[in-house]
């Protein structure tokens, strides 16, 4: 891409390929976080989240962001000033939409891009899986795009807001797009619909010829509907008596003994 301009479809291709070399990175070093020197953590804090971060796979800030050691807002308004970037505290739906490129809700999540409403050629980018090194990268390669940066938090919940209509008609029409034959929400077949308009008919010209009949048909077809119910409930009783008592619950793990 170079220092010319980046076409819209492509820009979320820079942090993916930025994201694929992160595993091939060679070892983090002081260098990476120096900028968290100056006010947010000392130097033993970051040695110790360097170390923790081999450990366990991670990167440092991912490790002091989830120890409480460092907080995602601090972290990513130290990183935007650091980059020479803008920071986003708070995202509004209304004032971010989806890039061309990323056309649903998983796809902004998976890259933490929005495209902002209001300015041209701006987007919000929240580089949760990237060392800082590589952000600046990204930054260079995506000139002359604007770009601000935000935690992907605040980046999740607008993705969130903004799809707020998609995910609601997933919800409701996700199965049957999916699975028809799985879903209630299919209309009844003719026959169906017949049959069910039909029994209210019947059983009206049944109470005018002969109502005590009528009444005894109808009890008893309750009774057939009812008495599987029943049954049901209480083999489920008897199954719950028998049952030997549960042994107790083992005591809780604390977070703070958690894995990160």
Not at 23 to 44: I, T
Not at 138 to 148: F, T
Not at 155 to 162: E, P
């Amino acid at each position: 891409m170079g220092g010319g301009r980046v076409r819209q479809g492509n820009l979320a291709r820079p942090a993916e390929s930025a994201w694929a070399q992160h595993n091939d990175a060679p070892p983090l070093s002081a260098s990476d976080y120096a900028f968290l020197l100056e006010g947010f953590v000392d130097r033993a804090t970051l040695h110790r989240a360097e170390v923790l971060a081999k450990k366990w796979g991670v990167l440092p800030h991912a490790v002091m962001i989830a120890n409480g050691w460092l907080s995602a807002s601090d972290y990513y308004r130290a990183l935007a000033l650091a980059c020479g970037v803008p920071f986003r505290g708070e995202i509004r739906p209304h004032e971010v939409a989806a890039p061309a490129a990323l056309r649903s809700a998983r796809e902004c999540l998976a890259h933490g891009l929005l495209k902002e409403r209001a300015r041209q050629d701006a987007y919000v980018f929240a580089p949760e899986k990237l060392r800082p090194n590589a952000v600046q990268e990204v930054l260079g390669r995506l000139a002359p795009h604007r770009l601000s940066l935000a935690s992907p938090g605040s980046l999740r919940q607008a993705v969130c807001d903004h799809f707020a209509q998609s995910f609601a008609a997933a919800a409701v029409d996700g199965l049957h797009a999916r699975f028809p034959d799985r879903s209630a929400k299919a209309k009844l077949a003719t026959w169906q619909r017949l049959l069910l308009g039909s029994l209210p008919l019947a059983f009206g010209a049944a109470l005018m010829l002969d109502t005590q009949p009528a009444i005894r048909a109808l009890s008893l077809a309750l009774v057939f509907i009812f008495l599987p119910v029943i049954a049901l409930r209480v083999f489920a009783a008897y199954d719950l008596l028998r049952r030997p008592s549960e042994k107790r619950a083992p005591p809780r793990i604390p977070d703070a003994e958690l894995p990160v």
